[in-house]
């Protein structure tokens, strides 16, 4: 047992460590990507941990709570929603990397170098940068991206509202580096990148000396979050800034920063947040007439109109006062309950899909996708009031009866399935 007891340590370790970006080369590469970890995966009680933590030191510190129940639950439903692709299919960043690597590698770089780690971290966090920049400056990528925006909040559950679409546009930037490096070293960074930019977002650290020099970090970040002028279209750095500092998209952190949209969507439904920007750009591309017009509202940045540079004038946005309210509208405390309990019914079943994927039928997992879509819709609904959620939520539970009957969910506490099924009936 000492032995095993060592072994729970070292991975309790591993698994904090790549929190933060602190594993070795040695521990962290991988001849093939089969051996690779599926560090995002694992890090799921790391998530839970550190936003527990977050919310006790910000009780504390500010006496309030750092996180709301609507937002809070936005934010990590758009974070399951976003990998729910990942089911049915790998990744698009890999297979396509994958592919240029078989097909078309010009080089091999040794897997177990040093070197190829640290020239893989760097060249990672440089295609990110330009992934992110992208991300913002082009609108139909910005429609994708607004998703991880679109908070008011800025706390760690922020960092899990991920857009399910942007990760179908990405892949193409990381591409040159797989006429080098090795997709295992890659499989190993592509996730460590992703998993450093969790922490940083958090109002808690405000600034960390020396290190703002180098890397990103929770007050650089926060800058990136702003919709105050100064922030637009700033901060982009994944691990390091030091690629914002070289390409002129760098700004301290000076007056307080109002997070979210320049015209925040005052939504928690889960669908309208991920897709509603697609359809924005369409009806105002239907708005012009010329093609070209049509085509640039599209390409050009979010902000642009006809006659103005590509990125728009972003001194025609609203003006920033530092006096902006974060949306929460006001809800019984009982439909809070309500909403939490079943939020956490839901997550147990997304939860149980991704562990069992490898045993169930694509019909299975295609079934059990629509119905954590459905409930998250549903969830959305409740929170933000809808005349409709009512009719919603009940066809919903007497899905959730249905499953549980035959046994594609679990209960959360076994003694619930109970009342949940005879209150569906009566009704
Ligand atoms: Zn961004
Ligand atoms: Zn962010």
Not at 174 to 189: D, E, G, N, Q, R
Not at 308 to 314: A, E, I, Q, T, V
Request: hydrophobic share 45%; aromatic share 14%; with cysteine.
């Amino acid at each position: 047992t000492a032995k095993a007891e060592a072994m729970e340590y070292g991975s309790v370790s591993r698994g904090t460590r790549a929190m933060f970006f602190m594993l070795t080369p040695n521990e962290s590469s991988f001849q093939k990507v089969e051996e690779v970890p599926q560090y995002v995966q694992q890090a799921t009680p790391f998530f839970v941990g550190l936003m527990v933590l977050e919310l006790v030191l910000g009780l504390v510190k500010t006496g309030a709570p750092v996180i709301t129940i609507g937002d809070g639950i936005t934010s990590l439903s758009a974070g399951m929603v976003s990998r729910l692709p990942l089911l049915l299919m790998r990744g698009c960043e890999l297979s396509a990397y994958i592919y240029v690597w078989d097909h078309y590698r010009l080089v091999e770089l040794p897997w177990d170098s040093a070197w190829t780690w640290w020239f893989t971290f760097l060249g990672v966090d440089f295609c990110y940068y330009w992934v992110h920049r992208f991300a913002h400056e082009v609108a139909v990528l910005w429609a994708a991206h607004q998703v991880h925006h679109s908070s008011e909040y800025y706390n760690l559950t922020t960092a899990l509202r991920q857009s399910v679409s942007q990760q179908f546009t990405s892949w193409i930037f990381y591409l040159p580096m797989a006429l080098a490096v090795p997709p295992s070293i890659f499989a190993v960074h592509i996730q460590l990148n992703l998993l450093y930019q969790f922490w940083i977002h958090t109002e808690l650290i405000r600034d960390l000396g020396p290190l703002e020099w180098i890397f990103n970090t929770p007050k650089h970040h926060r800058v990136h979050h702003g919709r105050n002028l100064y922030c637009i279209d700033k901060n982009y750095g994944g691990i390091l800034i030091i690629w914002d500092r070289l390409f002129g998209t760098f700004a301290l952190e000076t007056e307080k920063v109002v997070y979210g949209l320049v015209f925040p969507i005052k939504r928690f439904e889960i669908l309208y947040v991920q897709l509603h920007y697609y359809l924005y750009l369409w009806e105002k591309s239907q708005a012009y007439k010329t093609i070209s017009n049509k085509l640039l509202t599209f390409l050009n940045g979010p902000s642009w109109k006809p006659g103005k540079r590509r990125l728009g004038d972003h001194v025609d946005n609203p003006k920033v006062t530092g006096k902006e309210v974060p949306h929460d509208p006001s809800w019984s405390l009982a439909l809070q309950v309500y909403v939490v309990m079943h939020f956490l019914l839901v997550l147990r079943t997304y939860h149980d899909l991704f562990e069992n994927k490898m045993m169930l039928s694509q019909l299975t997992i295609l079934g059990m996708t629509g119905y954590v879509l459905l409930t998250l819709t549903s969830l959305g609904f409740l929170i933000d009031q809808r005349p409709t959620s009512a009719v919603l939520e009940l066809f919903r539970c007497a899905v959730m009866a249905t499953l549980q009957r035959y046994n594609c969910v679990k209960p959360l506490v076994p003694s619930l399935a109970v009342p949940t099924e005879v209150s569906t009936t009566v009704a």
